[in-house]
């Protein structure tokens, strides 16, 4: 059976398989690895794993070494180039005229790679900028776009729960998230209140919306009519954590508001509605 070792490239990216062939590693350790794009170095944060036929990821490339002094030294020498390299790419954008904003640079191990993100809200023909980017920086360019959402994982921020944003702490992909999850959970629908730094929709939406839309099937609609123990009354409030309904009872001619378990009324069930309004299905996904 195939044996692997987990590896990330940075903090927060996703782990991926390697070969370690007859080496043996600990999670910490830096090593460098064959990626399509030339030795990379990454750290291991899955030590040596036996895995079957059937979990081993198709065309695994190796483990080439554990890093050296001299690989780490490299690294380092790299790190500190990235500041260089991104003001220098903002330096040409703007003496070419290009309305590119460049956010950050990456720039490979062995210095031979510079990856730069940047942002455009137009298409712009950057051909002349890669030329020149190149015979300063001396390595091969690659520029990437970069949206809203992969700004703020890139460069980090903290949302409105004080909290680092969690496609920077620890969300490996961008999951869907639609209006629909924030009118389930009972949620303010105004854009300021549900949406993130990134000014889409708050990746938190999606986390307990399962339970949410379990318990919202089992609930009365707001405004509704139901029957409780003590009479006919209208729903004024809902609480899908407790499973409570607080209502609005007829009681001899006058009005008194009763708090009952849900499983205490009748009323119809809640049916899917096939043609509910696009807005409430559109999803976050449109700029990847």
Do not use: W
Not at 24 to 51: H, L, P, R, S, Y
Not at 114 to 129: A, G
Not at 226 to 249: E, F, I, N, W, Y
């Amino acid at each position: 059976m195939p044996m692997i070792v987990g590896v990330k490239f940075d903090r927060n990216a996703k782990t991926y398989s390697f070969d370690p062939g007859d080496l043996v590693f600990e999670a910490g350790e830096k090593v460098i690895v064959d990626t399509q794009k030339g030795n990379e170095m990454g750290e291991i944060v899955t030590a040596n794993i036996v895995v079957s036929e059937e979990e081993c990821p198709k065309e695994l490339k190796k483990v080439v070494r554990k890093a050296s002094s001299r690989d780490l030294d490299l690294a380092k020498k790299a790190k500190e180039s990235e500041p260089r390299a991104l003001k220098i790419a903002r330096e040409k954008a703007t003496a070419l005229g290009l309305g590119l904003k460049f956010i950050s640079a990456e720039v490979s191990f062995d210095c031979k790679r510079v990856t730069l993100f940047f942002i455009s809200e137009d298409r712009v023909d950057f051909r002349d900028l890669v030329k020149e980017l190149a015979s300063a920086l001396h390595a091969r360019i690659e520029l990437r776009q970069l949206y809203e959402r992969d700004d703020v994982k890139l460069r980090g921020s903290l949302g409105m729960c004080g909290r680092e944003c969690c496609c920077r702490a620890y969300l490996k992909d961008f999951e869907k998230v639609t209006v629909k999850m924030a009118k389930v959970q009972g949620l303010s629908l105004n854009p300021t209140k549900i949406s993130g730094i990134c000014g889409k929709l708050m990746c938190c939406l999606k986390y307990e919306n399962d339970y949410y839309a379990e318990v919202f099937k089992t609930m009365p609609k707001l405004n509704g009519k139901v029957t409780t123990p003590d009479g006919s009354a209208v729903v004024m409030a809902v609480d899908m954590l407790k499973k409570t309904v607080t209502c609005k009872v007829t009681v001899d001619d006058t009005y008194v508001v009763k708090t009952y378990p849900v499983d205490q009324l009748s009323f119809p069930k809640k049916q899917t509605q096939p043609n509910e309004k696009k807005q409430e299905d559109e999803t976050e996904e449109d700029d990847e």
